[in-house]
């Protein structure tokens, strides 16, 4: 009687209360849980902050370097000479003009005689190889391309010589005279190069030399005579950059080379200026008074 009784299924009761098994008690939070979670954000915050510090830190030295040598680079590799050519004209106000060969075409000859616009009438000058006489003067601007650069010379290259010119003589209404300009240069001369007045057998690069950085401008007056023959040249500049030189042609005003003839005894015809725009025939009487050597005179 004072035993409990034992249920069908083998387990004890009392009162009729089923015995429980004991609860499994919960497993203790492991280190990849809830505070892992607070460490991964750290790290991702303060690799963030050292991304932003490196990248600024590239950034700094980039600009630095693109700001001293990186246009400097790109100009080199995109094959941008260390300096450009900003403008070139030539004096040709008052100034005589002759024509290796003469005008005898009857479109030419009424271009000549100015029932033509002004860029024919230079179009023609240019076929003709139309050139002043003795001297000219010449003007060039040049612009640094460099953020540093030294233009160590420049001296005249004779291209071709050939005799006088005689074809046409253009006289002017009346005669210019040479400006006083810094830069001489004779191409009679077997080597030409530009002196000055005051020193006439001294190269003028050979003891001064012109520093330009990068959109400075220089701007070169200079004057050239040759009185011997007919000349075409261009001017070579040779520039320092980078450590290392470059040679850059200048040519004249239409991008063909430069063109000077010294005066002829006679010529085989001879026109004066008739503003505004054009020449007129010089009489035969006229044309031996002004060269005494003409056949006929």
Not at 27 to 55: M, N
Not at 64 to 71: A, E, N
Not at 147 to 160: C, Q
Request: hydrophobic share 35%; net charge positive.
């Amino acid at each position: 009687m004072g035993k409990g009784r034992r249920s069908k299924t083998g387990k004890n009761t009392r009162a009729g209360v089923e015995r429980q098994p004991p609860r499994e008690e919960p497993a203790a939070p492991t280190d990849d849980g809830g505070g892992s979670g607070g460490w991964k954000t750290a790290r991702t915050w303060v690799a963030g902050i050292v991304s932003a510090a490196l990248i600024a830190a590239v950034g700094v030295v980039f600009t630095d370097w693109f700001t001293s040598r990186g246009t400097d680079a790109i100009g080199r590799i995109s094959g941008a000479p260390p300096v450009t050519i900003g403008h070139v004209a030539i004096q040709y106000d008052e100034r005589d003009i002759v024509l290796r060969e003469p005008v005898t075409d009857p479109e030419e000859r009424g271009i000549l005689l100015g029932r033509a616009a002004a860029e024919k009438r230079a179009a023609l000058l240019n076929r003709h190889h139309g050139s002043v006489t003795d001297w000219m003067n010449a003007t060039v601007v040049l612009v640094g391309n460099r953020n540093s650069l030294r233009i160590v010379d420049i001296k005249p290259r004779v291209l071709t010589r050939k005799p006088r010119s005689d074809g046409a003589f253009l006289k002017a209404t009346t005669a210019g005279e040479a400006d006083t300009v810094e830069l001489l240069a004779d191409l009679d001369r077997p080597v030409p190069r530009f002196t000055t007045a005051e020193d006439p057998d001294i190269s003028y690069f050979s003891k001064k030399q012109i520093d330009l950085k990068r959109d400075e401008r220089i701007t070169l007056s200079v004057s050239i005579k040759g009185k011997k023959a007919y000349y075409e040249f261009d001017l070579l500049a040779t520039v320092l950059a980078d450590d290392r030189t470059e040679q850059i042609v200048i040519k004249g005003p239409d991008g063909a080379p430069f063109r000077l003839t010294g005066e002829a005894d006679t010529f085989r015809s001879v026109y004066e200026e008739a503003p505004p725009d054009g020449w007129t025939p010089v009489p035969a009487a006229r044309v031996c008074v002004m060269f005494p050597k003409t056949k006929g005179c």
